[in-house]
């Protein structure tokens, strides 16, 4: 069964530092993408970062960066450098190429809030 | 460049009433994703069209949910007769290669 755990409801962080939200995934299909989606206090869903299975290197872009350790099952999404804005639930989750339609299971989100 | 817009933002209907969400995704995009997410638990996904196409319904709840998608644009997701555990979010999804989606800011539904 393919399943996406986030272990962590709430999470807090210092403004400027960084913090590591924690997510593992369960799937025996050898090709899969990996997602971190964050969901601020307004509702919509922003897409942060994407890291596929195959690829060599951790995904990162600006900010954001994507701790995958393949062997441990874990893709936690590392936040440098933390802003007021970072405030928000976010969501890892998981797309399997197998089944060939890109739809993607989620995690339970963990909530992470920055303090000044 | 538009992102996906959904249609209501929030929507209060009592029980046994009929709700229409609506998503337009991003242009030019083929392939249309709803998903849902009740309170407290996890996102679920619902169904998938590929253009018009029903690629996969496997996560609708059961057959008071019906979804359409006209010529490929936009979808519409129907709920007849609405019940109360039905509240909860609803999102709806685009992408062009089933690679990085685009979500809209999704739809709060409360039947009461």
């Known amino acids: 069964a393919q399943k996406i755990t986030q272990t962590q409801p709430g999470m807090f962080v210092q403004e400027k530092e960084a913090v590591t939200l924690d997510c593992t995934y369960d799937t025996s299909d050898p090709s899969y993408g990996l997602f971190w989606y964050k969901q601020p206090s307004s509702g919509e869903m922003i897409f942060l970062i994407y890291q596929g299975s195959y690829d060599q290197q951790n995904a990162t872009e600006g900010r954001y960066s994507l701790n995958f350790q393949k062997a441990r099952k874990s893709a936690n999404l590392v936040i440098s450098a933390s802003q007021l804005g970072d405030s928000a639930m976010y969501f890892c989750a998981m797309s399997v190429h197998s089944s060939n339609t890109g739809k993607l299971i989620f995690g339970q989100g963990t909530t992470l809030q920055v303090k000044p | 460049e538009a992102g996906v817009t959904q249609f209501p933002s929030h929507s209060v209907i009592e029980k046994g009433q009929t709700v229409t969400l609506r998503c337009d995704p991003i242009?030019?995009?083929?392939?249309l994703y709803w998903y849902r997410r009740v309170m407290g638990k996890e996102i679920k996904f619902l169904l998938h069209?590929?253009?018009?196409?029903?690629?996969?319904e496997s996560g609708m709840p059961n057959n008071r949910f019906l979804a359409e998608r006209t010529g490929g644009t936009y979808s519409t997701l129907k709920v007849q007769p609405a019940e109360l555990e039905d509240s909860g979010v609803y999102f709806c999804?685009?992408?062009?290669?089933?690679?990085?989606?685009?979500f809209g800011q999704g739809t709060r539904l409360t039947v009461v």
């Open positions: 242009s030019g995009h083929d392939n």
């Open positions: 999804a685009s992408s062009q290669d089933r690679a990085k989606a685009f």
């Open positions: 069209f590929v253009k018009e196409s029903k690629q996969d």
